[in-house]
């Protein structure tokens, strides 16, 4: 799943579960659940793209993921703690954090490689269009069950 993906659920469980010491440990599994749909993210089809598309698209997700977060939670979860979604966005999208040395620097060795072969055990990716419209339907989903939650 994009970055951005993993945002809106991070800000979706911190809407829903305002308890960190459930919510955090939610985010991170949250991760394995999404990438175990398939998804389209900016590593599908890395091979066929130059090294500075995939790190400019890999940026503009992540800025996007951030920026994104950040209007949800002041116009769909005006009462969230900002510091609290943005913990949450760290631990939803931290597995993929923890192999960005592997991927971007090329650190292929412990603890990066046991990282990415984790990550590689769950990941599955599905092209454009349906890998984008998959996951932002389950988005949707999340995001909906999360407002509902948050008004009750």
Do not use: C
Not at 15 to 36: M, R, W, Y
């Amino acid at each position: 799943m994009t970055a951005t993906g993993h945002a809106v659920l991070g800000v979706a469980i911190a809407a829903a579960i305002p308890d960190p010491i459930i919510g955090i440990p939610l985010a991170v599994l949250s991760h394995v659940a999404a990438d175990a749909f398939p998804h389209w993210d900016t590593g599908t089809n890395m091979l066929k793209k130059s090294r500075h598309e995939f790190v400019v698209g890999s940026v503009i997700d992540l800025t996007i993921s951030f920026i994104l977060a950040y209007l949800l939670t002041q116009f769909l979860f005006p009462g969230i703690n900002l510091i609290y979604v943005f913990v949450m966005i760290i631990a939803a999208q931290g597995l993929d954090w923890a192999t960005a040395p592997w991927v971007f620097l090329k650190w292929k060795f412990p603890p990066f490689s046991y990282f990415y072969a984790l990550q590689k055990s769950f990941d599955h990716r599905l092209d454009k269009p349906w890998g984008i419209i998959g996951q932002i339907g389950i988005l949707l989903f999340f995001l909906f069950i999360a407002h509902t939650l948050y008004l009750a």
